[in-house]
């Protein structure tokens, strides 16, 4: 293993370490907004603005354990770069959690439609990229 292989892989594994921490964190904090939500009763089927913040949190807990499980797989020498599947993933959770947060009543038509764009494209690319790996394997 050459230096420098060895020094991304020193990186990888320190920022999996401080992803680690940072996913944990933010599961407590999840968990005890909403046991404090449901001990509150706040928890109304009508409301969807409490939805929209706990779908939130749920899918950025999600975003970051993807994007930590692919650094964990360049510590672990599976991969030497991120692979560009995983970036793809990474951007449609992203955009995902957008729709969910966002509050239709108040997002400029424009935004919706730039938002809404960026996930097709997002989709096609990530569509062509797995056909490309298909047609790869193969061959």
């Known amino acids: 293993m050459s230096y420098y292989q060895r020094f991304e892989q020193i990186v990888a594994i320190i920022l999996t370490l401080l992803l680690s921490l940072v996913v944990a964190v933010a599961l407590v904090h999840l ?74 009543t108040k997002i400029d038509p424009m935004t919706l439609l730039g938002l809404s764009a960026a996930i097709l494209a997002l989709g096609a690319i990530y569509w062509l990229v797995r056909e490309q790996e298909g047609r790869q394997k193969r061959e």
């Open 31 to 104: 968990t005890w907004r909403i046991l404090t939500l449901i001990v509150l009763g706040v928890v109304d089927p009508a409301n969807q603005s409490v939805f929209q913040v706990v779908f939130g949190m749920v899918m950025t807990l999600l975003i970051a354990l993807e994007f930590n499980h692919s650094v964990l797989s360049i510590a672990e020498r599976q991969n030497s770069i991120v692979q560009i599947k995983t970036v793809l993933l990474i951007a449609l959770l992203a955009l995902v959690r957008k729709f969910i947060i966002l509050d239709a």
